[in-house]
């Protein structure tokens, strides 16, 4: 329990409240935290992706309610209100959905409030997650520990969480597609030191001066910072956390005052690959191995067939037969080249209605794809993961299937080995940096150009509240989008075949 102290330290924060959000960013950053109390008009607005996540944790949180059939649940859109109404609520002894508690200047909305035995209550966290992180743990030992100091006794504290191994059946089953775990020992463990992390937490929230926090793991562990790129702003283009696979060699190399690749000693240790990016930007030349290339383009056998998906996932299944996060593919885009000098071939499918896209898509690709030459994608466990879960949900076409997945050739693997290495690509072997770096084709002026975004879109498409013609624009913008990725392969290919011919 807090003594004298830890309540003057409350009483400087004046009318700023700690939540759990911000206990958490608190845990993660202190520059982060300081700037969520005294600058908050620096952190972005969430992105599309960023936000549909957070919406399908809504949908998730709504979900795990029915688990509570007696449940009640608590207007939120007013917080003084939802904390007033859940001191007369808690009186019933029945599940609460968003109760929320204020104490000093610490404030927690639970998930779950749920009555155990004569006067205790379990905290029920609910997550989209498939399995318990250390940073479930902080949420829960924080909001427990609110709950507590108001007089509410808390029995154990659990984790709702989502079984990946579920497959839907008919309607959605809760009790089946959520793991309810015991989580009370391990929140008990870390919340040992709660009351140290959070007075830290008061001493930096008042400071005068945003704490100068060097760039490191934290931006990116346990969530992607918000204000990575504010953070980044000022870095030179090749700074070393373009460094490729640079990880803990990057941060080691910034907090040696070390920001620029170029500025790397030869003495500091990289790897073959990161000494040709350093080599590159140095020289500001493109590395080309010509006979790593030469080797890869005789693996490739015509006719070529390059193959690109588009997939979206949803944490509540949508489909029969279908689990959590299980990439559906609702798009492919296939670019036919039968001989060197052929003229380019193009077929594409893109699923209409709100149907199960996958039927349409593995019918029209079975009939599209030749029974010899090779099938080139760009990472192709991406392809072959799909074409696999294919084979399980529709056995009729298993043997097609397993015939194919050997004919299967990766145009990432010259890339991801530099045996092609360009400055602007930046430490990355993507579709994305690689197009413009060998072809000068990228994705500017497209809608649409990452596959993130082109899940949404569909999603959108398909299942929002769209006029017609807003559906037709965005069919428009989901075909270009995916034809310019196997586009794009063949004229890498043809690139690679005039660099080394």
Not at 130 to 145: M, Y
Not at 386 to 409: C, E, G, M, Y
Request: glycine content about 6%; some cysteine.
């Amino acid at each position: 329990m807090p003594g004298d102290v830890n309540f003057r330290k409350e009483d400087k924060m004046g009318s700023k409240l700690l939540s759990k959000s911000k206990y958490l960013n608190g845990l993660q950053c202190p520059k982060l935290l300081w700037i969520s109390f005294n600058r908050p008009e620096l952190i972005p607005q969430p992105d599309a992706v960023t936000q549909n996540r957070f919406d399908q944790g809504n949908l998730v949180g709504e979900l795990a309610k029915s688990l509570f059939p007696e449940g009640i649940d608590i207007p939120t859109d007013d917080f003084i209100k939802n904390i007033h109404m859940t001191k007369e609520l808690i009186k019933l002894r029945k599940p609460l959905f968003e109760a929320a508690v204020m104490v000093g200047q610490r404030y927690s909305r639970a998930d779950i409030l749920s009555p155990a035995g004569e006067d205790e209550w379990d905290l029920i966290e609910v997550k989209s997650s498939t399995e318990v992180k250390d940073v479930n743990l902080h949420d829960v030992s924080f909001q427990k520990l609110c709950w507590e100091d108001s007089g509410v006794k808390i029995r154990k504290c659990f984790l709702a969480y989502i079984n990946n191994k579920y497959i839907k059946n008919g309607e959605v089953n809760p009790h089946e597609l959520f793991i309810l775990e015991d989580i009370s020992e391990r929140v008990e463990e870390v919340g040992k030191d709660i009351w140290d992390r959070i007075d830290e937490m008061f001493e930096i929230v008042i400071m005068a001066d945003c704490p100068e926090t060097p760039i490191g793991p934290q931006c990116s562990d346990p969530y992607a910072c918000a204000l990575s790129s504010f953070c980044r702003a000022n870095l030179p283009e090749h700074n070393v956390f373009t460094l490729y696979c640079g990880g803990k060699k990057a941060c080691e190399l910034y907090n040696l005052g070390i920001t620029e690749i170029a500025e790397i000693p030869l003495i500091f240790q990289l790897n073959e690959k990161q000494q040709i990016q350093r080599s590159c930007i140095v020289n500001n030349e493109t590395y080309l191995d010509k006979e790593r290339i030469q080797l890869f383009l005789k693996e490739l056998q015509y006719p070529l067939y390059l193959l690109d998906f588009e997939t979206f996932s949803t944490v509540i299944p949508l489909f029969d037969g279908t689990h959590p996060y299980q990439n559906i593919p609702f798009q492919f885009s296939l670019h036919i080249k039968e001989a060197p000098e052929s003229v380019l071939q193009h077929i594409s499918f893109l699923s209409e209605g709100t149907g199960d896209p996958r039927p349409g898509l593995i019918d029209t690709l079975s009939k599209s794809i030749g029974e010899s030459g090779s099938i080139v994608a760009y990472n192709k466990s991406f392809e072959e993961n799909v074409l696999k879960d294919l084979s399980i949900a529709f056995p009729q076409h298993t043997d097609w299937i397993n015939a194919i997945l050997s004919r299967f050739i990766d145009l990432l693997a010259p890339f991801r080995g530099f045996a092609y290495y360009n400055p602007s690509q930046k430490g990355s072997a993507s579709l994305k940096k690689v197009l413009p770096a060998v072809t000068g084709m990228d994705y500017t002026g497209l809608e649409i150009a990452k596959g993130d975004d082109a899940s949404l879109a569909y999603l959108d498409m398909a299942y929002g509240d769209l006029s017609e013609a807003e559906r037709l624009t965005i069919r428009e913008q989901l075909l270009s989008y995916c034809g310019l990725d196997t586009e794009g392969m063949v004229r890498i290919i043809e690139k690679l075949e005039e660099m080394t011919g």
